[in-house]
């Protein structure tokens, strides 16, 4: 027996009782079994959100590779604010 897989987009949103509302109906019938995935589609992430995502994401590894490591500190000018 095999298991067909297929994706299906719908939007919605996460209500305060935190239940999923979808703005329509699924274009399918049911009832089935259904894997769901939610993004989350967040303006307001603050700059420590944004740090633990970048240090816990696999999509930044490869800025651990020491040939992406080409700078020194003589490489430039140093930068001076004066706003």
Same mark, same amino acid.
Do not use: C, H
């Given at each position: 027996? !095999?298991?067909?897989? @297929? +994706?299906?987009? *719908? ?5 305060? %009782? ?10 399918? !019938?049911?009832?089935? @079994? +259904?894997?769901? *995935? ?5 303006? %307001? ?39």
């Amino acid at each position: 027996m !095999s298991i067909v897989e @297929r +994706a299906i987009e *719908i939007s919605g949103t996460i209500g305060e %009782d935190r239940k999923l509302i979808l703005d329509g109906p699924l274009p399918i !019938s049911g009832p089935k @079994r +259904a894997k769901v *995935i939610i993004l989350v589609q967040d303006d %307001d992430i603050d700059e420590n959100e944004w740090r633990i995502a970048v240090k816990t994401s696999a999509s930044f590894d490869f800025l651990n590779d020491p040939k992406e490591d080409i700078y020194t500190l003589e490489d430039g000018e140093p930068f001076v604010d004066e706003g």
